[in-house]
């Protein structure tokens, strides 16, 4: 198998590094060598932090997503150099365990950005629950418009598939999806990487670039993480949305652009807000469509499907036959609270499935993490419920009851109306219809 790895490593044609959690080097191809003039052989087993920055290297080692990243690589002349990385986090028995990382020089991002995303449809998304279902025909009806949209939920739970779909079924769908996750980037790049620059703007400027927003015109953008952009960059965001032109770093016109704008974000924006960590007004005006996409521990009739979606998916790939679970082992997945969402249910499937254990899947053959409902998963439930508790204040009234009254009379009282207050709150549609019902709400 090792000899096998490595001919693949030589077979390959790009600079591509396999490093471990640890930052150590374990493999690369040959490229990599001739790329950054570098001793293959001194290389490996060495740390990737011979390569790339110690700050860049504690980014890739918090990934959890295929993401590209700017890197900054020390050449042998002391100097550093900027290149585009595509990442690649590789799971093995249930846990990220190593990272893949092909180099490729700046200029090819523009072109590697329209290539990487395979995009997904509304087909992608899996599952039968009501809760599910909603969100998904809440956000097949505000597809083709050019609405803003405002995606949010936990972790893992699905906001770039659905940010995709809606691309998708837009009339923007043959323009260009341009994604950007707004924490993976340092701060002093994220407003380049937004805007673009011209030449010279700043030290390192060779040459123009245009940013994502330019990237997108024509089609969507899909800012991630935009509960982290820093307070600077908010203003200059303000400012594209609401005249959709942007200027680059270092020049003085303005280029109109024509771009959908997808945010997302996982974090409690109306604390921030709250906080002055984030502008009011952009709030607004990002927060168009919100669409809340509930954690999977919230619909657990949709963990079967997915297993099951996910065993037939991943045996194919490993060319192995899919695997049946005790019964025991499936309860216990049953009820496990799933903090991670469906990547985190990815992870355990594929550890399934690569496991050496015939074809039955037992309780012995579960994580070591997921054999007990641990104290992360009673914290992660305190959490959620604190949050949610926190939502339902959030608009500074002391009165749930009022709030909700006020909703519906501004969304209307029909379904829709109540998925858009449900989604307002942050709260699932069931526990907006239980509330009605506890406040006797007419
Ligand atoms: N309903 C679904 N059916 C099938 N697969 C799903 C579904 N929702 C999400 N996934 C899969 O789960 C993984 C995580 O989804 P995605 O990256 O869209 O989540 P996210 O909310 O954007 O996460 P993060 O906030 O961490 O960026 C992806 O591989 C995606 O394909």
């Not at 042998?76 to 020089?105: C, H, R, W």
């Not at 701060?187 to 330019?214: C, I, M, Q, Y």
């Not at 985190?344 to 007990?372: A, C, M, R, W």
């Not at 501004?410 to 526990?431: C, E, F, M, W």
Request: glycine share 4%; net charge positive.
């Amino acid at each position: 198998m090792i000899e096998e790895v490595n001919s693949i490593f030589s077979f390959i044609q790009d600079p591509v590094l396999l490093v471990d959690v640890d930052g150590k080097i374990h493999n690369m191809s040959h490229r990599v060598s001739r790329f950054f003039n570098k001793i293959r052989n001194v290389l490996i087993g060495g740390p990737i932090t011979e390569i790339i920055s110690d700050s860049d290297w504690v980014r890739v080692k918090n990934m959890k997503k295929q993401q590209d990243l700017k890197v900054s690589v020390k050449l042998e002349t002391g100097d550093q150099k900027e290149y585009l990385a595509m990442v690649k986090p590789l799971v093995s028995n249930g846990e990220i365990a190593s990272f893949l990382i092909n180099v490729t020089p700046i200029m090819d991002s523009k072109k590697k950005v329209h290539e990487q995303r395979v995009l997904y449809t509304f087909n992608d998304v899996k599952g039968i629950s009501d809760s599910i279902q909603n969100v998904v025909d809440i956000a097949k009806r505000i597809a083709p418009s050019n609405t803003t949209v405002l995606l949010r939920g936990e972790s893992g739970t699905g906001k770039e598939i659905f940010a995709q779909a809606i691309h998708r079924e837009s009339h923007r769908k043959d323009g260009p999806f341009i994604a950007l996750n707004c924490a993976a980037i340092p701060e002093s790049l994220l407003e380049s990487e937004l805007f673009g620059h011209v030449k010279g703007a700043f030290t390192g400027s060779s040459a123009d670039k245009p940013g994502r927003f330019e990237l997108a015109n024509e089609g969507t953008i899909f800012l991630d993480e935009i509960g982290d952009l820093p307070l600077p960059l908010q203003s200059k965001l303000l400012r594209v949305v609401q005249e959709r032109k942007i200027e680059r770093v270092g020049d003085t016109k303005s280029t109109p652009v024509n771009v959908r704008i997808i945010t997302a974000t996982h974090r409690n924006l109306e604390k921030l807000v709250a906080n002055g960590q984030f502008r009011e007004d952009l709030y607004y005006r990002l927060n168009v469509i919100p669409i809340t996409i509930p954690p999977l521990r919230e619909r657990r009739e949709d963990i079967p499907i997915l297993i099951d979606y996910y065993m037939k998916k991943f045996s194919e790939e490993f060319f192995r036959s899919p695997k049946r679970i005790s019964e025991d082992a499936f309860e216990l997945l049953l009820s496990n609270l799933w903090p991670g969402n469906i990547r985190e249910l990815q992870n355990v499937v594929n550890h399934f499935v690569q496991l050496e254990i015939g074809d039955l899947v037992t309780i012995e053959s579960l994580p070591n993490y997921l054999k007990h409902v641990n104290e992360t998963e009673r914290r992660v439930e305190k959490e959620a419920a604190i949050n949610e508790k926190y939502s339902m204040k959030s608009s500074n009234r002391i009165n749930e009851k009022e709030i909700i009254i006020d909703l519906l009379d501004q969304y209307g009282r029909d379904t829709i109306g109540k998925k858009r207050v449900a989604s307002h709150l942050n709260i699932s549609l069931p526990t907006l219809y239980r509330r009605i019902s506890k406040f006797k709400i007419k």
